[in-house]
């Protein structure tokens, strides 16, 4: 058996992963190839003061990822290390001439006034590049190098009456050297580009998409009178599942095409030829994502018919005691026991109404199935011919597809049957817009006022017509794209033609497994305060939040633009507490604290402490001091503070754990390889146990949960090697290893005391601060949407401004929950020394949650948009004061949720439901509608009959109202199990529920 799992374990770590092992190899030779240097006595005296600074290069700008984002680091690295090169020699030469001035008797003068030269020159340029290196994510990686400069040039001969420019330029072109090595490997062996990756994940979207339209047509679309799988809640959730992970490949799709976008690229069509074709497969996206939630929900909704239905037909008579004892059983039924709110909710509804009316929503999803399992066959269909043309004019690899005239291979038999027959995408369209037609008919036949839960057949039937409709586009915009170059011709370099400080803020995602991809948040996205005019965006000015992002950009621009058309809001005033102050001295200091507040400044505060005090030794006043730092390699513990120092205490004790575990790893590792070497004198086995003990580490770094380890052992290997095989300071070999565990113990107990003492950042504190505004802000967006609907004049400028604002605040909204998913990652991490476990599947919860009311609430602002001027004046604006009541509570309630997670307060005892408002409202409207649908409908032509029915749109607008509100309970009830909830223990025991 153990032989079994060990073949298992090796097809596991092999099979699959040609891409990882491809790149583990690239960067094994690269990282070789900088050791062999260090190890040729030849050559090693030529690589300056710090040989080991070779094969570091290697390391810190290895080939793992795309040749075009390499270059750019290698252009980046030149000049974050030309400017701390020529500030370091500036500060040396004066340390000089003072220590001259010294030894020429100059009375007067302090005689450490060289380490208070370099002191103070050390801790600006480390500040500094700090500070650059969290305002501008793309300089993340290029600061490293920049930081070793002052490291080794102002800790060591600053005491020399002479100077010497080749000592500081002994510390630049060897980091040079090993980043042109692994530039050259890179270029040589399987280079990469972003475009490559970005065009991969856009086939992927492509294909998730395909699955999905297959396996609703193929599993849950029968040809029986089932229709939709009546209480076969596994197909509603495997499709729940699938619909996750299209939207897992869309936001890896779109990380991708920003990589690209900001890149050197090597490919057959410029990034950003791709822009209009990258939103339509967004479109896509998001109507798939409530084509899936719709179905989901239905698929649930007939399973509770049909357990309501058993149970009233088993135990009608019996007494309630009874009832409860067998709702109690129901909730244990197997495949019952995990249903969520809208299980509950469906079940309140049908007890208390008729159930008849229920039922009938089996009959209206079976009466357009026909249509709907054509139009799926169709879209399929034309899903894969855009793949089949796109793969052969290669702007999307040749993956999945085959050839011109065939379909994919997982594609059903019955699929495939039923493709010969396909129809065009604008009959498919013609035949399911028809289906309103169908619907009228059958409500008008029966003489039923709609019911919510007819409102999802009405949701499905929108979300696939929007899919069809971006369909077209889809096809429009991939030949738009396919027309810009020709067949069959070569590919070309392209360059990114943007800003260069846009493009200094745009981070790279290629971050090559030295951080958590997790962390790319806290580098692309500052965390600091924002205060701005009430009218304009309404948020808490004490709250953390993310800095300005291109949606804000795009938005304050918006804003610009409607100032300029329809006047400007200059008359309105701020918050007595944001009230900026009148005199210039007031604004002074406010941008003086708003700059000491920002994110980047205190970063650079704390990183430049932490190294002033480790380095402290080499400025002491005390004779013989600074000799002894450096003969013990007092950098050490610089360059393992710069490498654990991070934005949150979190991780930066992560990595502190990391490095210490790792550097005992690596200082071993390196230890064995000059043991068995004998130091210097069998250079060919200490190359060959390098190689033979890089390859895991590397795997470390690039294929595990865990970069930092291999990453961290990586680099102290190759200290340990460096300094162990040239043996400059006559030290033991042994001597290395322990002094290099030792200052990085010291390193990582300095930051995490500073990091905790100055401005503590907890990624846990910053993602419940950001739910909480999240939170606060959707319950704003709800209230904006629901004053579309009650405007009955759309070319208004209320209209037309609020549909603005609440089209950009939607993406900053999806941008926040994105943020906010990231920072949770994060806090899974952070200790928690005096409570239990984070609960980070609750949060998690929320998260879930509240993506899904964002979905719902662009949901209804697209339906909204077409809904027509005489259903407005016929069954919305009647019902304004009641959509008003509803906003207002529902805004009333995130509130209340934001309020209570934000400041970690217990809920009330009751919260301001907005289930009893929103079923008034809708009520009285499908009444409207029962009313006026005769007379509103004889408004319209035949040939608009056949085209679209207006009212329909306020149906599934309805829906996003239904499905707001339970979401936002279901929120309400994890956070009451967060934060808890006050109980009146004097109250009856069903205070709460009633």
């Keep these: 058996m153990s032989w079994i799992k060990l073949v298992q374990w090796t097809k596991s770590l092999f099979l699959g992963k040609k891409e990882l092992w491809k790149k583990i190899i690239k960067c094994t030779v690269a990282y070789e190839i900088g050791i062999i240097l260090v190890l040729i006595p030849e050559v090693s005296p030529h690589l300056g003061a710090v040989p080991y600074l070779l094969p570091l290069g290697t390391l810190f700008f290895n080939p793992s990822g795309t040749t075009g984002n390499q270059c750019i680091e290698m252009i980046l690295n030149i000049g974050m290390m030309i400017i701390p090169v020529i500030w370091s020699a500036i500060v040396a030469y004066l340390c000089t001439l003072y220590n001259r001035a010294l030894l020429n008797g100059h009375k007067g003068l302090y005689s450490n006034g060289a380490g ?9 340029s480390m500040m500094g590049i700090a500070y650059y290196r969290l305002k501008y994510p793309r300089l993340y990686i290029p600061a490293l190098q920049g930081f070793t400069i002052p490291m080794f040039a102002l800790t060591k001969g600053i005491y020399n009456t002479s100077f010497n420019i080749i000592s500081i330029v002994d510390i630049f072109y060897p980091i040079i050297m090993g980043g042109a090595l692994a530039l050259l490997t890179n270029i040589f062996l399987w280079p990469a580009t972003a475009s490559k990756s970005f065009e991969t994940s856009l086939e992927d979207v492509l294909c998730s998409i395909s699955q999905i339209l297959d396996f609703v047509h193929t599993d849950m679309l029968k040809n029986d009178d089932a229709g939709i799988m009546a209480g076969d809640l596994e197909l509603a959730r495997k499709l729940s599942t699938m619909s996750a992970k299209l ?109 008849i009316k229920y039922l009938h929503i089996i009959h209206l999803q079976n009466l357009i199935q026909p249509e709907l399992k054509q139009f799926l066959r169709t879209c399929r269909k034309i899903m894969e011919d855009i793949r089949v043309k796109m793969a052969d004019r290669k702007a999307i690899p040749r993956k999945r597809t085959q050839s011109k005239n065939s379909l994919s291979t997982h594609t059903s038999p019955e699929f495939l049957q039923g493709a010969e027959s396909s129809c065009s995408l604008d009959k498919a369209l013609g035949d399911i817009k028809a289906t309103y037609t169908l619907l009228h008919h059958e409500f008008k036949d029966r003489s039923m006022t709609p019911m919510e839960e007819h409102y999802l057949v009405y949701t499905i039937v929108f979300t696939l017509i929007e899919f069809g409709k971006e369909m077209e586009n889809l096809e429009m915009f991939v030949d738009e794209l396919l027309r810009r170059r020709e067949p069959r011709s070569w590919a070309r370099l392209f360059f990114p033609r943007v800003p260069l400080k846009k493009w200094l803020s745009k981070g790279g995602n290629d971050n090559k497994g030295e951080h958590d991809p997790s962390e790319q948040t806290l580098f692309s996205k500052e965390v600091e305060r924002v205060e701005t005019r009430p009218g304009l965006r309404s948020q808490a000015s004490g709250v953390s939040k993310p800095r300005e992002t291109s949606s804000s950009i795009n938005r304050s621009r918006s804003y610009s633009s409607m100032e300029t058309d329809y006047g400007n809001f200059t008359d309105e005033e701020y918050p007595l507490q944001n009230a900026p102050g009148r005199h210039a001295w007031n604004r002074w200091l406010r941008s003086v ?62 990595q502190c754990f990391y490095r210490i575990v790792a550097t005992i790893l690596g200082a071993v590792c390196g230890y064995i390889a000059l043991l068995a070497g004998n130091r210097n004198e069998n250079p060919y086995v ?55 565990t030792a200052t990085s113990i010291v390193a990582v107990l300095v930051a995490m005391i500073i990091d905790n003492l100055f401005w503590p950042v907890w990624a846990r504190e910053v993602m419940r601060k950001q739910l909480a505004s999240l939170l606060n802000d959707t319950g704003i967006q709800y209230s904006k949407v629901a004053s579309l609907v009650c405007q009955e004049n759309t070319s208004s400028y209320r209209y037309q401004s609020t549909l603005a604002d609440t089209t950009i605040q939607s993406k900053l909204l999806w941008t926040q929950l994105q943020s906010a998913r990231e920072m949770l990652q994060l806090s899974c991490t952070e200790p928690r020394i005096s409570k239990a476990p984070f609960p980070i599947e609750s949060y998690q919860k929320i998260i879930e949650h509240e993506q899904k009311i964002l979905y719902w609430i662009s949901h209804m602002i697209r339906a909204q948009k077409l809904i027509g001027p005489e259903v407005r004046k016929g069954i919305m604006n009647p019902m304004n004061p009641h959509r008003k009541i509803l906003a207002s509570i529902v805004h009333l309630y995130l509130f209340t949720l934001s309020g209570s997670l934000g400041t970690k307060s217990a809920l009330p005892a009751s919260l301001p439901s907005a289930e009893e408002a929103r079923r008034k409202l809708q009520q009285r409207q499908a009444e409207l509608w029962k009313e006026q649908y005769d007379t509103l409908y004889s408004m319209h032509t035949p040939e608009a009959h056949n085209e679209c029915d207006m009212m329909v749109y306020w149906h599934t607008y309805a829906a996003g109202s239904v499905e707001v509100v339970m979401e936002q309970e279901a929120i309400g009830s994890v956070v009451a199990k967060l934060m808890g909830q006050h109980i009146f223990r004097a109250a009856t025991k069903d205070w709460i529920e009633t």
Excluded at 116 to 124: E, H
Excluded at 596 to 612: C, D, H, N
């Design 593 to 654: 604290f708003d700059f000491l507040q920002s994110g980047p400044t205190r970063y650079a505060i704390k990183f430049g402490l932490v190294t002033e005090i480790l380095a402290f030794m080499a400025w002491l006043p005390i004779p013989g001091v600074n000799g002894l730092y450096n003969e013990n390699h007092g950098q050490w513990a610089l360059l393992s503070a710069m490498v654990v120092f991070n934005y949150t205490v979190g991780s930066t004790m992560q």
């Design 686 to 740: 200490v190359a060959v146990l390098v190689l033979v003990f890089q390859i895991p580490l590397w795997y470390f770094l690039l294929g595990s949960t865990y970069p930092r380890i291999g990453f961290i052992s990586l680099l102290t290997m190759s200290v340990i090697v460096s300094t162990g095989y040239s043996n400059n300071t006559n030290e033991s070999l042994f001597d290395p290893v322990w002094k290099r």
């Design 247 to 355: 939207q897992a490949d869309m936001t890896k799709m779109n990380k991708a095409w920003s990589e690209a976008k900001y890149e050197v690229v090597v490919s057959h069509f410029y990034p950003r030829w791709y822009k209009a074709t990258v939103h339509s497969v967004e479109a896509l996206c998001q109507s798939m994502l409530g084509f899936s939630l719709a179905i989901e929900k239905e698929a649930r909704i007939m399973l509770d018919i049909r357990i309501s239905r058993q149970l009233e037909e088993s135990y009608r008579g019996i007494s309630n005691e009874k009832v409860t004892e067998h709702d109690t059983l129901r909730q244990r039924q197997p495949g019952v026991n995990n249903l969520d709110v809208y299980s509950t909710h469906t079940v309140n509804l049908i007890s208390a109404s008729n159930p």
């Design 116 to 124: 208070v030269i370099a002191g103070i020159g050390f801790g600006i």
